[in-house]
């Protein structure tokens, strides 16, 4: 028996694009020989669909497409859908065979954690299913049916299950292939001796992002087949039956896993392209300060899009250093990315003498810098609205925990590339776009980070060092710790107090901040729901 993956960049509600994008994959698959295609989960709808499954002419559009597709198959497909039986909706996957649909089984299992909430729509399946193709009897279940213990899949296995089919949309973050290798090959696999196939979903969602890495594994666990990362791919597999077991041989050898910084790096990449490009942008603009943080979203923005497709204004005010405006414009030329200079001296002081009246007898603060970053917001949503491009902001996680962001100035914008990434990792990342090319100054990654709002600003001059602030944040935000157990781990009480104080006041802020690409297992956003009011202290 062939099996044909497929590791497909579906759209969410192109339910028809999303049909011709399978029945393309099919006809590929049977070209090769392919007994039977497995797609995604919920690979028609594309994932996750939210509140459009609440509508019924969504889901009549469902329901048509996929009879489309059945009849139009060339070879046996598996396909995931949403499918509404008596008033009730189900995640599901159906065996399209012989122009027909011929049987469907229903999700079991419904995460209800992180960023999912299947609860809200769906119905959990209680019925097993498994077919014969091409001489194997294979089970079939999705996704979170595998996570949480061998139930599910024991089920498919006592009515006579060979092979394990998975449909998933698994979201990335850091380290999560690893995590579905050990718990498919390294627990579920070893535990029921059966050989399995795990198709994911590649491609960015709003702040989703599916890396694809789609994996098959022996009746003992071992990989034997692992497509490529962040990218499209048909890959094949062969199934011999012999005396002892099912024999297992890939099409292609087994993409090799990537280092931490690596994954990332392309996540990122895939995030901003697919945002930009499913919404129809023609192409992306940002400030660019001569800071680490611009200078990495300008690599990553024209690694996913190309330079022509990316434009950067240089906004200096009286407070930018000379070497800021040379750093962001050599970056700008390494790329070949076209800039504008624009000076925001003039309008600064425009608004300082507009203002001069009404505070009158006050001393400058942080009301003056904010004038500046909200400047220079106006000027970038200026060039978005006139030329049609997606505004990135440059924000990451932590200044964007703390509330070292300025609202309306450099927090506005439509799509945030490094929100989820803490400063130690922008470094990171920016060291790594420099061991692929040096685009990014040497003298960006060591200078003293600062915002240049005011004579001398230094980040450091009212923040903890990023290596104790990120700490301090992923414990409290990643992992709910609390004030005293942060304490103990050997961080000043002083310092995790102030931190802490500072995160929690800042969620106003983030209410209202840009979506951007999620890479840790608790971003801000649908992973972390905090009220706004709120007079809990940790």
């Known amino acids: 028996m062939r099996i044909a993956l497929a590791q497909v960049n579906c759209r969410v509600g192109d339910i028809v694009g999303n049909a011709d994008l399978l029945l393309r994959e099919a006809h590929r698959a049977q070209a090769e020989g ?26 009549a559009v469902c329901d048509a497409q996929l009879q489309r597709l059945a009849g139009a198959a060339p070879l046996p497909v598996l396909v995931g859908h949403p499918q509404r039986v008596e008033q009730r909706l189900y995640n599901s996957a159906s065996l399209l065979r012989e122009g027909r649909v011929e049987s469907t089984y229903h999700k079991h299992c419904l995460p209800n954690y ?92 709003d702040e989703l992002v599916f890396d694809g890495q789609s994996f098959a594994v022996d009746h003992d666990g071992l990989v034997v087949l692992r497509s490529v990362p962040c990218r499209e ?49 023609s192409g992306v603009v940002l400030g660019l300060s001569g800071g680490v943080d611009s200078a990495l979203t300008l690599a990553v923005a024209v690694d996913a899009l190309g330079p022509q497709r ?17 750093d962001a414009q050599e970056e ?9 200079v624009v000076s ?11 203002l001069a009246p009404i505070f009158a007898g006050l001393p400058a603060d942080t009301t003056e810098e904010n004038l500046q970053a909200r400047i220079r917001a106006a000027l970038l949503m200026a060039y978005s609205n006139k030329f049609g491009h997606l505004l990135l902001t440059t924000g990451n996680k932590s200044e964007i925990a703390v509330g070292y962001a300025t609202l309306y100035g450099d927090m506005a914008g439509g799509f945030a590339i490094i929100k989820d990434c803490p400063k130690t990792l922008v470094y990171r990342l920016a060291r790594y776009c420099n061991g692929i ?13 600062s915002a240049e709002l005011a004579p001398n600003q230094r980040d450091q001059d009212s923040l903890p060092p990023y290596e104790i602030l990120d700490a301090i944040i992923a414990a409290y935000v990643e992992h709910d710790r609390s004030a005293a157990e942060i304490i103990a781990q050997g961080f000043a009480a002083e310092t ?22 999620r890479i840790s297992p608790r971003a801000f956003g649908k992973d972390r729901r905090y009220p706004i009011t709120n007079g809990y202290t940790p």
Not at 243 to 260: F, I, M, S, T, Y
Not at 332 to 340: E, S, W, Y
Not at 510 to 517: I, L, W
């Open 114 to 205: 992180d960023v999912f909430d299947e609860m809200r729509y769906f119905t959990p399946g209680t019925r097993p299913l498994v077919f014969a193709c091409a001489g194997l009897r294979c089970g079939v279940v999705v996704c979170e049916d595998v996570w949480w213990g061998p139930a599910v899949a024991q089920a498919a296995q006592a009515e006579g299950a060979e092979i394990l089919l998975i449909l998933n949309a698994s979201p990335y973050h850091v380290g999560k292939q690893r995590q579905r290798e050990d718990a498919i090959a390294g627990v579920l696999a070893r535990q029921l001796h059966l050989p399995m196939v795990y198709v994911n979903l590649v491609g960015g969602q």
């Open 34 to 59: 392919a007994d039977l295609l497995i797609t995604p989960e919920l690979a028609l709808s594309g994932y996750p669909p939210e509140d459009l499954l609440l509508r019924d002419d969504f889901l």
């Open 496 to 517: 995790v107090t102030r931190v802490l104080r500072l995160i929690d006041r800042a969620e106003y802020k983030r209410r209202q901040a840009a979506p951007g690409v």
């Open 233 to 281: 791919d048909l890959a094949f597999l062969d199934i011999h039956k012999e005396a002892a077991a099912l024999r297992l041989v890939p099409g292609q050898a087994a993409a090799p896993l990537l280092d931490e910084v690596e994954e990332v790096y392309q996540a990122l990449r895939l995030g901003v392209r697919d945002y930009t490009e499913k919404n129809g942008f």
């Open 310 to 326: 990316v434009h950067a204004l240089i906004m200096p005010s009286r407070y930018t250093a000379a070497m800021s405006m040379e």
């Open 332 to 340: 700008a030329r390494r790329l070949g990315v076209r800039t504008d």
């Open 344 to 354: 925001i001296d003039n309008l600064f002081t425009t608004y300082l003498d507009t």
């Open 437 to 449: 090319a040096p685009v990014i100054p040497e003298r960006v990654l060591t200078r003293a980070p």
